[in-house]
Nanobody, 124 residues
Framework: QVRVVESGGGSVQPGSSLRLSCLVS????????IGWFRRAPGQEREGVSC????????YYADSVKGRFTISRDDRKNTVYLQMNTLKPEDTADYYC?????????????????WGRGTQVTVFS
């Protein structure tokens, strides 16, 4: 059974950093790419970033490019999202999932299964 648990969110000021973690169970990270999504209040969920299970190639949405970095630790079966220079518009619930990371438009959830997410609030 595929299961993900997101953690690491919080309330921070603009310009701060956070590192989100996605602990995966049910499969090892060499099976599927993992992606991060976010849903801001009143908006649809959007793909933020993903990382390949084969060659560590990555995708970033234009809105986070240069500020966010995705990485993986196979020993811990965990994928991270390092978020730097946070902005108020980054405020959202963040989710991870097994994805198709090959599309130019961003990650696509493979199993339409979501964890509980972790909340990020960037306030002035």
């Amino acid at each position: 059974q595929v299961r993900v648990v997101e953690s690491g969110g919080g309330s921070v000021q603009p310009g701060s950093s956070l590192r989100l973690s996605c602990l995966v169970s049910g499969f090892t990270l060499d099976y599927y790419p993992i992606g991060w999504f976010r849903r801001a209040p009143g908006q649809e969920r959007e793909g933020v970033s993903c990382i390949s299970n084969i060659d560590d190639s990555t995708y970033y949405a234009d809105s986070v490019k240069g500020r966010f970095t995705i990485s993986r630790d196979d020993r811990k079966n965990t994928v991270y999202l390092q978020m730097n220079t946070l902005k108020p518009e980054d405020t959202a619930d963040y989710y991870c999932a097994a994805v198709d990371c090959s599309t130019v438009t961003g990650p696509v959830n493979l199993f339409n299964s979501w964890g509980r997410g972790t909340q990020v609030t960037v306030f002035s």
